[in-house]
C-alpha cells in the first residue's frame, strides 16, 4: 500500500468521506432541530386550515363553529383538548422527511457550489449561483420528500378530526402510507407537490442566499469570525426572508395535502394550487396566506439555531474520533420504542462500524 494511501485512512471519518458524512451530520442535526421544534409547526399547520372557506361547498360546519386561536391560544388548546403529548403528533414521517429533505439538499447544494457552479477568482461565491443553487437543491430534496410530507400534514390534523366527531382517517405511519398508495396510486403520494416545490423552492432561494450572503457579510465587516455565533445571526435572518417569501405557498400545499378525496384519491375541495390561491384569497382575503406565519418563522429562527449547533457538535466528535459517543448520546436522548428513530441510529451507527472496518482491515 502506498504512504498516500495509509495516511489518508489515518485520516478522521469526515476527512475521509466528507459528502457522506456531511449528509449523516445534517441528517442528525435536523432530526433534533425537528424534535424541539415540531410543536410550532403542529401549531402553524392548525392555524394554516382555520377558517378555511372552501370547506362551506362540502355542508362543513367546522368553519363557523371553531373560534379563531392565535398561536399560543392554538398550541394551548392543543394540549388542553387533546393532550401535551399530541404536540408531536406526526413527528415520525416529519422524521423521515428532513432525513431525505435536509440532508439531501444540503448536500445538493455543497455539490452545486463546489463542483457545477464553483467560486470566483477572489473566492467569493456570486448571489446569483447561491439563487439557482438554493432553489435547485430545495426542489430536488423536497419532491423526493413529498410522501413523507403529505403523511405528516394528514397526521398533524388527526386531533382536530377526533375533537369534530369525524373517524380518524390512520392507526399509524405506516398505515398512512399503505392507504394512501391504495386509494391513490403513486400519484396520490405526490398530492401537493407543485405548490410544495415551489415553497421549497422560495424558502431555499430566501434562506441559503440570505444565510450566504449575512454570513459573509459579518465575517468581512465585523470582528466576528466563522462560527456558531455567524452562523446564528445568519440563520435569525434567513429564517424572516424564508418566512415571508414561503408562507403563502406553505398554506396552499397544506390546505391541498389535508383536503378530503374520493375513492380515486382526488381531491374534493381544490382542483389546482391555483384554485385553492383563489378560493383562500376570495373567500378569506389576502392575509389568509399568511397564517401560520409567526410559528413557522420562530420554528425557522429555533431550528436553524439548534440544527447549526447540533452540526457542529457533532462534527467535532466525528473528526476527534467519537463517534461512537456522539451515536450513543444521539440515542439517549430520543424517546425508546419509536421505530423511527431506531432506524435512524442503526443506520448511523452501521455506517461507523462499516467504515472503521474497512479501515482496521488493513
Known amino acids: 500500500m502506498s504512504v498516500p494511501e495509509d495516511e489518508e485512512r489515518l485520516l478522521p471519518l469526515a476527512q ?3 459528502r457522506a458524512s456531511k449528509f449523516l451530520l445534517s441528517g442528525c442535526a435536523a432530526t433534533v432541530a425537528e424534535l424541539a421544534t415540531f410543536p410550532l409547526d403542529l401549531t402553524k399547520t392548525r392555524l394554516q386550515m382555520q377558517g378555511e372557506a372552501a370547506l362551506a361547498r362540502l355542508g362543513d360546519s367546522a368553519r363557523e363553529s371553531a373560534p379563531y386561536r392565535g398561536m399560543v391560544r392554538t398550541a394551548l388548546g392543543i394540549v388542553q383538548e387533546e393532550g401535551f403529548l399530541k ?3 406526526g413527528v415520525t414521517p416529519a422524521i423521515y422527511r428532513h432525513v431525505v429533505y435536509s440532508g439531501g439538499r444540503m448536500v445538493t447544494y455543497e455539490h452545486l457550489r463546489e463542483v457545477v457552479f464553483g467560486k470566483s477568482e477572489d473566492k467569493h461565491y456570486p448571489l446569483w449561483k447561491s439563487v439557482i443553487g438554493g432553489m435547485m437543491a430545495g426542489v430536488v430534496g423536497q419532491f423526493l ?3 413523507t410530507d403529505l403523511v405528516k400534514v394528514q397526521m398533524q390534523m388527526e386531533g382536530k378530526r377526533k375533537l369534530e366527531g369525524k373517524p380518524l382517517r ?3 405511519v405506516h398505515h398512512a402510507f399503505a392507504k394512501i398508495l391504495s386509494e391513490g396510486g403513486i400519484r396520490g403520494l405526490w398530492a401537493g407537490w407543485v405548490p410544495n416545490i415551489q415553497r421549497a423552492a422560495l424558502v431555499n432561494m430566501g434562506d441559503l442566499t440570505t444565510y450566504d450572503t449575512v454570513k459573509h457579510y459579518l465575517v468581512l465587516n ?7 455565533t455567524t452562523h446564528g445571526l445568519s440563520s435569525l435572518c434567513s429564517g424572516l426572508v424564508a418566512s415571508i417569501l414561503g408562507t403563502p ?3 396552499i400545499k397544506s390546505r391541498i395535502m389535508n383536503q378530503p ?3 380515486q384519491g382526488r381531491g374534493l375541495l381544490y382542483k389546482s394550487s391555483t384554485d385553492c390561491l383563489i378560493q383562500a384569497v376570495q373567500g378569506e382575503g389576502f392575509m389568509s396566506l399568511y397564517k401560520g406565519f409567526l410559528p413557522s418563522w420562530l420554528r425557522m429562527v429555533t431550528s436553524g439555531f439548534s440544527s447549526v449547533f447540533v452540526f457542529f457538535v457533532l462534527k467535532l466528535l466525528l473528526i476527534c474520533k467519537y463517534f461512537p459517543l456522539s451515536l450513543l448520546v444521539f440515542s439517549m436522548a430520543l424517546p425508546p420504542n419509536h421505530n423511527s428513530f431506531s432506524f435512524l441510529y442503526l443506520f448511523l451507527f452501521s455506517f461507523y462500524l462499516s467504515s472503521e472496518s474497512c ?3 488493513w
Not at 222 to 228: G, V, W
Open 222 to 228: 465585523t470582528p466576528l469570525e466563522d462560527n456558531i
Open 87 to 89: 404536540l408531536w403528533q
Open 261 to 263: 378525496r374520493d375513492k
Open 145 to 147: 420528500a413529498n410522501p
Open 359 to 361: 479501515y482496521l482491515s
Open 16 to 18: 475521509r468521506w466528507p
Open 249 to 251: 405557498a406553505d398554506v
Open 170 to 172: 390512520f392507526r399509524g
